[in-house]
């Protein structure tokens, strides 16, 4: 049915035509045979000019409508710490995520277990577990992806012993590449779990 | 058989071309035709239409508006693929009948179906246009309409798209939509802040400041905000709305734990559609303006997100990876009667048209492209075919266009399609990447 692909018009054919009886009420005669006379005959207008550059005028524009503002109650969440108090903290290591996925692999397993002990033993401080994803797939999957990547690495370091209360996660979806390549080379090394810091 | 001797006879005989595309048997045009989809695109020869310079009436013209308003309004024609316009040439006398009923006459004889003649009066910071529409094909010359649009002299372009989209609405039933605009994300700054724009391009206009990252922005129905997503203030990716037309500061609508993301206005204006993680992963929510009450609708342990409304704001459609990877699904707008649309590849970014009948998606294989589907799952097509990457529509709300982003020139820059994929062009060419595009509803 291609033609009846893409964009389309819900429109009754005689409401078109009425609209035309309307304009030409005198050319009832045309409408009644029901036959399509051709077109006439198209010659190009000698002056077809490309419309001319316009320049945009200013545009502040007044309120297309005036309805009273929704009252909104603001959403009640405890409040976590602000992600500029974070810092960074070299005791601990980056873990990576195959493509399109979010499971701990086995090796990265080991660099969380090494990053709870030292969560273990300085627990003076709060940890903020970044999610990141390759620049594959669109913005908004990518901020659930990454979100899923930060909460599985947070459900790993809970099972490990560090205390939930400790950790805040956020996702960056495809926003903060740690690395600007368009190759495998960079995606791998994006697709990533980040950890920094905050003393108590 | 006598030459066609009026505008209705052409477009009586483009109607019968398309109808005889959808029906085997000679079409019955009668009063009983019930309503009937019809493909004006590419199937109906298009109207030629003469537009000359605009005729001051009174005033100053120091912005040459008699000669940019035409050029306006013609470009607006030619874009919504229904027209071939001729513009920029001498304007028509104002009060001579005999006079303007020759040049008419002329402009017939070149092959115009229809004349858009703009009578132009600028007083103080006013801006005022009649426009009477001819029909050319008769010799008689009707008058199909003739309006008057009145603006700020700092909007007078939207004088222009005012009357494109009037004649449009005259002689195919349904208003244009040049009159709108489009939000969208910049990376011009540095930092991804949201703008917005006229749909043509024109007017630029930064909407946040804030250098976090903001995305995805949505407009409401009744246009007179924004949602989007932004990690200005803690830093966390919070759910917000700005207020384009005002001197307001962004109001707060989720900042739960975790993200905060993927807003979808409902029809009605009265709720919003969003992803929230705060139940420990990503699901789909309703929060309701009025009230600040917030309604889950999806419980799949993995990713739920990305929904759209249909335009009855019966159905969401949206993003699951439930049968392991992204699909996309439809469900009613209480969360039951799951069914899934798409079956193969990965599927993101589904928004649905405004005329209801078709989802447009984007699909990755490799590079992403736009596709579409019936709402049934029926007639799957593909829009873009690269080149790069093509991803993240927006309907105009005719449902005849749809903005998206591609890299197929370097960074990502908005383009403009055709429903069915054709008449794709280029429409931002900005420093750093322009992405995310929102097409607005008609502007008052």
Redesign the interface.
């Known amino acids: 049915m291609s033609h009846r692909r893409g964009s389309v018009f819900l429109v009754a054919p005689l409401l078109v035509l009425a609209l035309f009886l309307v304009g030409c009420p005198k050319r009832p005669a045309t409408m009644q045979a029901g036959v399509a006379p051709p077109p006439p005959t198209v010659t190009p207008p000698p002056t077809v000019t490309p419309p001319p550059t316009v320049t945009p005028p200013p545009t502040v524009t007044p309120p297309p409508t005036v309805t009273p503002p929704s009252t909104v109650t603001p959403p009640t969440s405890p409040t976590p710490p602000r992600v500029s108090d974070f810092t960074e903290n070299p005791n601990l290591k980056d873990i990576h995520f195959d493509f399109d996925k979010y499971n701990i692999r086995p090796g990265d397993a080991k660099i969380l277990d090494a990053n709870a002990s030292w969560l273990k033993s300085n627990a003076g401080n709060l940890v903020l577990i970044e999610g990141h994803c390759d620049e594959r797939g669109t913005n908004e999957y990518n901020l659930a992806l990454g979100e899923r990547r930060a909460k599985s690495t947070m459900n790993y370091l809970v099972a490990q012993g560090v205390q939930a209360s400790r950790i805040t996660i956020i996702s960056y979806g495809k926003e903060r590449p740690l690395c600007p390549e368009h190759s495998e080379g960079c995606w791998s090394k994006n697709r990533r779990a980040h950890f920094l810091t905050k003393a108590q | 058989?006598?030459?066609?001797?009026?505008?209705?006879?052409?477009?009586?005989?483009?109607?019968?071309?398309v109808?005889g595309?959808?029906l085997s048997s000679p079409?019955?045009?009668?009063?009983q035709?019930?309503?009937?989809?019809?493909?004006?695109?590419?199937?109906a020869?298009k109207i030629?239409i003469?537009i000359p310079d605009f005729t001051l009436v009174s005033g100053t013209d120091s912005?040459g508006l008699a000669?940019?308003l035409p050029?306006?309004a013609?470009?607006d024609l030619?874009f919504s693929a229904l027209f071939?316009?001729?513009?920029?040439?001498p304007a028509l006398p104002a009060n001579n009948p005999a006079a303007l009923r020759e040049a008419w006459a002329n402009?017939a004889?070149?092959?115009?179906?229809a004349g858009l003649q703009g009578l132009l009066t600028l007083q103080g910071d006013r801006a005022q246009v009649e426009m009477p529409l001819y029909?050319l094909?008769?010799p008689?010359q009707?008058?199909?309409?003739s309006k008057k649009f009145e603006m700020p002299?700092?909007?007078?372009?939207r004088l222009a798209h005012k009357a494109a989209d009037e004649v449009i609405f005259?002689?195919?039933?349904?208003a244009g939509i040049a009159d709108t605009k489009i939000a969208y994300v910049s990376s011009a700054s540095g930092q991804?802040e949201l703008y917005m724009m006229?749909y043509d391009g024109?007017?630029p206009?930064r909407l946040t400041s804030n250098q976090s990252?903001n995305?995805?922005p949505s407009w409401s129905p009744?246009?007179?905000s924004i949602a989007f997503?932004s990690?200005m203030g803690?830093?966390?990716?919070y759910l917000y709305r700005l207020?384009p037309?005002?001197n307001r500061q962004p109001?707060?609508?989720?900042?739960?734990?975790?993200?905060n993301?993927?807003p979808a206005w409902s029809p009605d204006g009265r709720l919003l559609a969003l992803?929230l993680?705060?139940d420990?992963?990503?699901e789909i929510y309703v929060?309701t303006?009025?009230?600040?009450?917030?309604r889950r609708l999806t419980t799949f342990s993995?990713?739920d997100?990305?929904p759209t409304w249909s335009p009855t704001g019966r159905e969401i459609a949206f993003?699951s990876e439930r049968s392991g990877?992204?699909q996309v699904y439809v469900m009613d707008a209480e969360g039951a009667n799951v069914r899934r649309l798409t079956h193969s590849g990965?599927n993101?970014?589904p928004r649905w048209s405004p005329?209801g009948?078709a989802i447009a998606f984007?699909s990755?294989q490799g590079n992403?492209d736009i596709w579409a589907v019936n709402t049934d799952g029926s007639?799957l097509?593909r829009l873009t075919a690269g080149p790069g990457s093509n991803?993240?529509a927006s309907w105009a709300p005719?449902?005849?266009?749809l903005v998206f982003q591609s890299n197929r020139l370097g960074s990502f820059q908005l383009f403009t399609m055709?429903?069915?994929?054709?008449e794709q062009q280029q429409l931002s060419r900005s420093p750093g990447e322009t992405?995310?595009a929102s097409w607005s509803p008609r502007?008052?």
């Open positions: 058989m006598r030459p066609a001797r009026s505008l209705s006879a052409v477009l009586a005989a483009a109607l019968l071309v109808l595309g959808v079409p019955p045009v009668h009063p035709t019930p309503d009937v989809w019809l493909n004006i695109i590419g199937q020869k030629n003469a912005q000669k940019q050029g306006v013609g470009k030619t071939t316009v001729v513009s920029g040439v402009f004889t070149a092959g115009a179906h029909d094909i008769s008689e009707p008058l199909i309409v002299l700092t909007q007078a372009r005259r002689m195919f039933g349904e991804k006229d024109a007017g206009t990252i995305l995805s009744d246009l007179r997503t990690y803690r830093g966390y990716p207020f037309w005002e109001q707060l609508l989720a900042g739960y734990l975790g993200i993301t993927s992803t993680s705060k420990g992963n990503p929060l303006l009025a009230t600040g009450s917030l993995g990713i997100t990305e993003v990877s992204a990965f993101t970014q005329k009948d984007t990755r992403h007639t097509r991803e993240s005719n449902g005849r266009h055709l429903a069915d994929g054709s992405t995310s502007l008052p």
